[in-house]
């Protein structure tokens, strides 16, 4: 009998890609055109900011992992290999940062000679070209004549001083660790301890990242600017830990008839504090960090409304110290905001611990903080509770560069990015009394909030 169903051959993975990338990227264009935003474009003067949600979210991801997957593809494997594991690509990004090169070469259509910049920099004509025009493949920089150095939106973003900071952080501090990683663990094998690590290795000291930098003030400087980076990327806004947990749920006054108490633990000089205290007339804040850190953070605060107040307080306190001050004891909620990824879980579990003395029945820890995804799978605004987390796919892209500030994390502190239940496990190392609640990831936020209850009675 003669079969009238048309045999149907499976589309190869490249044409099902081809065909993802033009459907987004028809998406992307009618969205861009839509919102009277500029085509995109490398160039010096091209917006350099974040495309707003509504023409990047899942279509954006969607063109950047299958663009790579059909780039990498096309690879044969030696390419590809050697595409991933290029140092070179460092040594350009370090020369760049170490003679600043970006703030050199002058806006706009405006050119600069490789002579010119091999003799501001001592590196001679032929290896600033050498550099450069690697870096020229990253669309770091342009020729658009020969022997003629101009700005692409990429370089042109490297000119200011906290971009130059952040990248000789990464090129002279991170990186460098980054190839002592294997002997530090070979030395220290499974050490927790911030001064075992390929940082300290690769300084030659036993100290640790914070000692390093505390006693280098050219190294703190840097680092202070290369963290107003990190402030002003919008995964990382303050106004998450505004949306990212209903702080008006808390009431108005605890059960000493004050406003809710909130320890900020590590919390700088007072950034987030005062976003807090500003939105929430519910809260007072009390911030706790380093000596050095904390030391004329009040007079400096803009919000000086809220210090006059009392609103937003200052006080110096060791992380690990047990947590008896009069001032933090029967506090509501202690706020980690960014802290204990940085350390191991054996620190991480002591300064869990230095809060109970602190702790009156149903206080609350709030973490909020990197939450690692399990292979492929992300966390998203989830209720009650570790089951009812919902998952969904994480871009490619996005997971990988989680995985590298995972291993940066244990290459300068021998710490880690955690998953969801590893985050849990730990909660219940430090007490079984810490009962995790709920887990939220703000839409748009690199960190997930979760809730802690201290619940004594609940063991
Ligand atoms: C990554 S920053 C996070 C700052 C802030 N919570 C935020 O979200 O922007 C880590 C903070 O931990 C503080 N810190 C590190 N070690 C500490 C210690 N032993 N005692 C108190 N604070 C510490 C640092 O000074 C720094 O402000």
């Known amino acids: 009998m003669a079969s009238n169903s048309v045999c149907q051959i499976p589309e190869s993975r490249i044409i099902q890609l081809a065909r993802i990338i033009s459907e987004s990227v028809a998406k992307i264009d009618e969205a861009l055109s839509e919102q009277g935003l500029e085509p995109l474009s490398f160039d010096d003067g091209a917006p350099a900011g974040y495309l707003p949600s509504e023409v990047s979210g899942g279509v954006r991801d969607a063109v950047i992992d299958a663009t790579a997957e059909l780039h990498d593809l096309l690879l044969e494997p030696l390419h590809l290999i050697k595409a991933y594991s290029g140092s070179n690509n460092s040594v350009c990004m370090q020369a760049i940062a170490r003679y600043g090169i970006a703030s050199m070469v002058p806006p706009g259509d405006q050119m600069m000679s490789f002579a010119d910049i091999g003799k501001r920099t001592g590196l001679g004509e032929q290896m600033a070209a050498r550099l450069l025009r690697h870096a020229m493949t990253m ?14 939106k990429a370089s042109r973003l490297l000119a200011s001083p906290e971009m130059t900071a952040w990248m000789r952080i990464g090129t002279e501090e991170m990186w460098p660790a980054a190839t002592k990683m294997l002997d530090a663990l070979e030395k220290w094998p499974g050490s927790q301890e911030p001064n075992e690590t390929a940082y300290s290795l690769s300084q030659n000291s036993m100290q640790s990242i914070y000692e390093t930098i505390g006693s280098n003030p050219e190294k703190s400087a840097r680092f202070a600017w290369a963290m107003a980076v990190w402030a002003t990327r919008p995964d990382y806004s303050p106004s998450h830990v505004i949306n990212g947990y209903d702080w008006a749920a808390l009431g108005n006054q605890n059960s000493h008839n004050h406003l809710i108490k909130v320890v900020d633990v590590g919390g700088a000089r007072g950034h987030v504090a005062a976003a807090l205290a500003q939105r929430f007339p519910n809260l007072d804040v009390l911030v706790q960090d380093m000596e050095m850190v904390v030391a004329g953070a009040a007079a400096a605060l803009p919000e000086q409304h809220l210090v006059r107040a009392g609103r937003v307080r200052f006080e110096a306190h060791d992380l690990f110290a047990a947590q008896t001050t009069s001032s933090a004891v029967g506090a509501d909620v202690f706020f980690f905001r960014w802290i204990l990824h940085n350390w191991a879980d054996k620190h991480c579990v002591a300064t869990l611990r230095a809060q109970i003395p602190a702790l009156k029945p149903g206080a609350r820890i709030l973490v909020m903080d990197t939450c ?81 209850m201290w619940l004594p009675s609940s063991n």
């Not at 669309?139 to 692409?152: D, Y």
């Open 139 to 152: 669309r770091v920089f342009r020729e658009p004549e020969p022997g003629l150095v101009a700005h692409t």
């Open 372 to 452: 690692m995804p399990e292979p492929g799978v992300d966390y998203y605004l989830g209720e009650k509770g570790e089951d009812v987390v919902k998952t969904r796919a994480i871009p490619l892209w996005m997971e990988r560069d989680l995985r590298s500030e995972d291993l940066n994390m244990g290459a300068i502190f021998n710490s880690r990015e955690r998953t969801l239940r590893e985050w849990k496990a730990l909660f219940t190392e430090a007490d079984p009394a810490f009962v995790l609640g709920a887990v939220t990831k703000p839409e748009g936020s690199a960190l997930t909030v979760m809730e802690v």
